[in-house]
């Protein structure tokens, strides 16, 4: 080829000298996005067919531009005059051109062709410069992800804008490297964002050391997602049946209950009590009296006013045949209380944490060095799953959108299919409404969900199509290939027929935030931060019985306990004092108090308890005493203001 020919003519590509190019073949037939060439039979004389394998990107020199065309399919030719078939077809996928702009004469690579190739036109390998040029755009904020499969000098970048503002997929077999290529994509993003929001919802405990210190860790144990946070929808799917009739009777109820119990809280507040042991016939008309406080207001309320009120209301029945519906939910709430699996919903009951702690830690507000948080999900019971995370993608979609776009999150729902399930008869209405809102809505406001399975075809569709941009790596089910052949942009899906024979550690990344379709060898993730996603050694594991009488003890404990830590999860703070605690301790000081005549003139008389060892300081004790005594200071003391303590105690800690 000449230097006229390598070139394009004025006004056109000043591309970038080629180290070394080979001719592959030239056009038998060009159409609006295909082409078929037959490859030079110099080609396949010298063993360089390798030059044309599928996925690889040619170029097609033209008049006025560069055309930039990947093999899609190779077949046998024809039989020549001599009977022969030994010729070889290649069927190219044209995805855009190579072309300078006649203004600012930049050269840039552009989707879609102005200039299409013409028959018998010569068909070449790509150089490293141009590859460059297309994979590569200066001055936009990308991550580095791995190397071209076609040349591995070419760093294969994503951008990130483009990857988060329109959803991202990373799908794959299991044994495929789908967990390493979460946690590398991930890590990319947040080296690049320190301050990023990001929340991975975590089913098998996968990434709690994926991610070094720069990770917040929420397990079961340390979970806060107080009940009252939830909305109505998300309350009734925890508290009410599943039988759909039952259901019905049950979320009347609640719908005046909870709003009932909602204000009951708040007016305890600013009564300046916290005490719930009020009767409800004296506030009545004051509970039913409108405020600004409504059945989806993040405010809080108590689960025991809660069944206070259902007690309430039963008395007030008059035929004993509707008393169903109530003794269900009754029964359900104490159910729940009771199972310490659902721990995480009934924390701190009587001294609810503020909203801006619990929404603050979950989504790093502030950062303060941890821009991820990793929710582990594999303690909390399956039939919670819905729940929780549907709570915690709608708190998302509400912060961002409050927030005004300021405070964008990334939502990573790894093991999707699970709780964003194609088949509706599976349930998870609410999960599947607020995803799917966000999957369509959530560009807008500043919420971005990367949608992780292994099983695409169990997904909801409509999610799956929303992600404009793809990494698919091996999937061997010809149902999950289709489904994934319908989402793919670009025009592209041929390339898909290669998923299968993709390696470990290497993936196609489709979509709107890479230029061009491209095979990626991954980096690799150092050992310290892979996730634990390795499957059980069982040649090594049976080797060794393991299981001895210890062991085996542990493990029905933890059975028992529905818990991976039956005696509490090992922490560097002291414990919170019970109401044993705190009653044992007052107790201790009442008698050394000298207590103020009662208003009949009478001395009120503490029964004196057995004293503590000199050598075992109570701290408790020292807390109570210093509360005493100021309370002493500013007012008399009766066995009134023990008793209103005693019970102010008992409620903090229930």
């Not at 490293?128 to 499969?149: H, K, M, P, S, Y």
């Not at 990857?163 to 946690?183: D, E, N, Q």
């Not at 999957?439 to 399975?453: H, P």
């Not at 998923?499 to 060898?521: C, D, H, K």
Request: charged fraction near 25%; hydrophobic fraction near 40%; aromatic fraction near 6%.
């Amino acid at each position: 080829m000449t230097n006229a020919q390598s070139t394009v003519n004025a006004g056109a590509v000043q591309r970038p000298h080629p180290t070394k190019q080979v001719e592959i073949g030239r056009i038998r037939n060009v159409g609006s996005a295909m082409a078929v060439i037959s490859i030079n039979k110099s080609v396949i004389r010298n063993n360089q067919l390798q030059l044309a394998q599928i996925g690889t990107i040619l170029k097609i020199v033209t008049s006025k531009s560069i055309v930039v065309a990947m093999v899609g399919s190779l077949k046998i030719g024809s039989e020549d005059a001599e009977g022969m078939s030994d010729g070889c077809l290649a069927t190219l996928n044209i995805m855009g051109e190579i072309t300078t702009n006649d203004t600012t004469r930049e050269t840039k690579f552009f989707r879609g062709v102005r200039s299409f190739p013409v028959l018998g036109e010569a068909v070449y390998t790509m150089s490293a410069q141009e590859l460059t040029l297309i994979f590569n755009r200066e001055n936009e904020d990308c991550i580095e992800v791995g190397r071209l499969q076609q040349d591995n000098s070419i760093v294969a970048k994503v951008r990130i804008d483009d990857l988060l503002s329109k959803h991202f997929a990373i799908i794959g077999s299991t044994g495929s490297g789908k967990s390493c290529t979460v946690a590398l994509v991930l890590q990319a993003i947040l080296k690049e964002n320190p301050m990023g929001h990001v929340v991975l919802f975590d089913p098998h405990n996968e990434y709690s050391k994926s991610f070094g210190d720069r990770a917040e860790v929420i397990d079961q144990e340390t979970l806060d997602l107080p009940l009252w946070i939830f909305d109505f929808v998300e309350t009734c799917e925890l508290l009410c049946s599943e039988i759909e009739d039952q259901a019905r009777e049950e979320t009347e109820i609640l719908h005046d209950l909870l709003l009932k119990a909602k204000r009951l809280y708040d007016r305890s507040v600013k009564s300046g009590t916290i005490s719930s042991q009020v009767k409800l016939d004296d506030i009545e008309a004051e509970l039913q009296r409108s405020t600004h406080i409504t059945l989806d207001s993040p405010v809080p309320y108590r689960i025991r006013d809660v069944a206070k009120l259902i007690d309430h209301e039963m008395g007030k029945l008059d035929n004993a045949n509707n008393l169903a519906p109530y003794r269900r939910l009754n029964r359900r709430i104490a159910t729940l209380i009771a199972d310490p699996r659902y721990q995480f919903v009934f924390k701190n009951q009587a001294s609810p944490r503020p909203i801006e702690e619990i929404v603050g830690r979950i989504f790093r507000l502030p950062v303060n060095g941890k821009p991820i948080s990793c929710l582990d999900f594999s303690g909390i019971p399956s039939e919670a799953l819905n729940i929780v995370v549907s709570v915690v993608s709608r708190l998302a979609f509400e912060l961002a959108t409050w927030s005004e776009r300021k405070l964008p999150i990334l939502l990573v729902c790894e093991e999707a299919h699970r709780y964003i399930p194609r088949d509706k008869s599976l349930g998870f209405h609410s999960t599947r409404k607020i995803i799917g809102r966000i999957a369509k809505e959530g560009r807008k406001y500043g919420v971005s969900l990367a949608i992780i399975s292994q099983r695409p075809s169990e997904l909801e569709p409509s999610t799956l199509s929303q992600c404009s941009t793809i990494f698919s790596m091996r999937l061997s089910n010809e149902l999950d290939q289709n489904f994934v052949r319908a989402a793919v942009p670009d025009g592209a899906a041929e390339l898909l027929s290669f998923l299968p024979s993709l390696g470990t550690a290497e993936t196609m990344v489709f979509g709107e935030s890479v230029n061009l379709p491209m095979r990626v060898i991954l980096n690799t993730l150092p050992a310290e931060y892979r996730p634990h996603s390795s499957s059980a050694q069982f040649t090594e594991l049976w080797k060794k019985d393991f299981a001895t009488t210890e062991m085996m003890s542990k493990v029905f404990d933890r059975w028992r306990a529905r818990s991976m830590y039956p005696d509490g999860k090992p922490s560097d703070t002291p414990p919170l004092p019970t109401v044993q605690d705190t009653r044992a301790a007052l107790r201790q000081l009442a008698p050394a108090r000298h207590l103020q005549p009662t208003q009949s003139g009478q001395q009120a008389q503490v029964r004196r308890a057995p004293a503590a060892p000199a050598h075992q300081p109570n701290p408790l004790a020292a807390q109570v005493r210093e509360r005493l005594q100021a309370k002493a200071a500013s007012s008399p003391s009766s066995l009134a203001d023990v008793k209103s303590m005693l019970n102010s105690a008992f409620h903090k800690n229930i």
